[in-house]
């Protein structure tokens, strides 16, 4: 698979996996010795960049994700994250430094590794101030816990202000072709500072995928049934833009999820998508977006037809909106 840098020199391959479904959001946890086996499939498919937290669980995706990277460790870059007390975002949020420093010291023993490649803040918390969570950062970096400094949901002011403290390598946030927001602020940002992105929910929680519609029924654990967006009104108002990438995709003889990966891809060559998933084939099937490159003009038609159409529905509800684009 081809590589891509993020925050200059951190070099991963051009679509990570985000780790975080096998055990969390989205209904019952996969079974450990398939979600062992899918994420060792990902870095035989040349995937080198794996993304997990604390949260997820909490506890037991870190702990997976340690289990099965462990054997070429040294071959992979993995992602984590602190910023909840006791790992459960339900309990609010806490990045104070000795937090900080407790998490990086539980999950290396968690990941089985000697080194957090890229520890995320993942979600900014306003009573701390974003210099004491960089500086604290910059302290797990000189002492060799930590090798990356990186945000998650941040806002445009908040990177400015804990890139002067230790340089953020990557920004990790929602983006899609059914959310563009940080086409406004963030992304002439990141280009300015030399910052990577990575898009978490590049496949829009599976809805761009084409397999869920409004008769679709969540687990009862599901996170999803309590997203504005995917009410079942909101799921049949948006289904226009799942039929468009259907038949876009119908036409270079690809997948929804492909021509979604691939329009992602195309932005910018300091984006990494991580879409996630709990089964081979949508593996496989995602992964093969990395050898899609769309051309000019199909990238403004799917740019002006997605300018007329009216996406339905706030991506969290509205005490979670509360903690992102800070």
């Known amino acids: 698979m081809k590589k891509r840098k993020l925050g200059g020199s951190m070099e991963v391959s051009s679509i990570g996996l985000g780790c975080m479904g096998l055990t969390f959001a989205y209904g019952p946890a996969t079974e450990r010795h398939q979600a062992i086996t899918l994420i060792r499939k990902a870095f035989e498919h040349g995937v080198t960049f794996f993304d997990t937290a604390e949260a ?35 309990n609010g949020l806490d990045s104070r430094p000795e937090r900080i420093r407790e998490v990086a010291d539980a999950a290396l023993k968690r990941l089985r ?8 803040q993942h979600r900014v918390d306003p009573d701390v101030p974003i210099e004491d969570v960089a500086g604290a950062v910059k302290d797990l970096i000189e002492r ?10 941040a806002g445009a002011q908040t990177i400015r202000r804990a890139h002067k403290v230790q340089p953020v390598a990557a920004l990790q946030s929602e983006y899609s072709l059914w959310w563009r927001e940080p086409e406004k602020e963030v992304l002439p940002t990141l280009e300015e500072l030399g910052i990577g992105f990575v898009p978490f929910s590049p496949l829009g929680r599976g809805f761009l995928t084409g397999a869920i519609s409004k008769d679709t029924q969540f687990d009862s654990n599901d996170f999803r049934n309590n997203l504005p967006r995917f009410s079942a009104e909101n799921r049949e108002s ?7 990438l259907a038949e876009f995709a119908n036409e270079m003889k690809l997948t929804p999820a492909q021509i979604a990966l691939a329009w992602i891809l195309a932005q910018k060559p300091w984006i990494v998508p991580i879409p996630g998933t709990t089964k081979l084939l949508r593996l496989e099937e995602n992964l093969g977006a990395a050898s899609v490159e769309l051309a ?8 002006v037809t997605l300018l007329k159409m009216d996406i339905r529905g706030a991506r969290y509800p509205e005490s979670q909106l509360k903690r992102v684009g800070r």
């Not at 870190?62 to 990277?69: P, Q, R």
């Not at 060799?144 to 949901?153: D, I, M, N």
């Not at 289904?239 to 468009?244: E, G, H, I, M």
């Not at 000019?296 to 740019?303: G, I, K, M, V, Y």
Request: proline share 6%; net charge negative.
């Open 56 to 90: 997820y669980g909490p506890f037991l995706n870190e702990e997976l994700v340690g289990e099965a990277l462990q054997p070429f460790r040294k071959e992979v870059v993995i992602a984590t994250k602190f910023g909840f007390p006791q790992g459960i975002p339900a």
């Open 113 to 120: 590794t000697e080194v957090i490649d890229l520890f995320y």
């Open 238 to 244: 948006n289904q226009v833009l799942v039929d468009l």
């Open 144 to 153: 060799g816990k930590v090798r990356y400094f990186g945000l998650s949901e």
């Open 296 to 303: 000019a003009e199909d990238l403004r038609h799917l740019d």
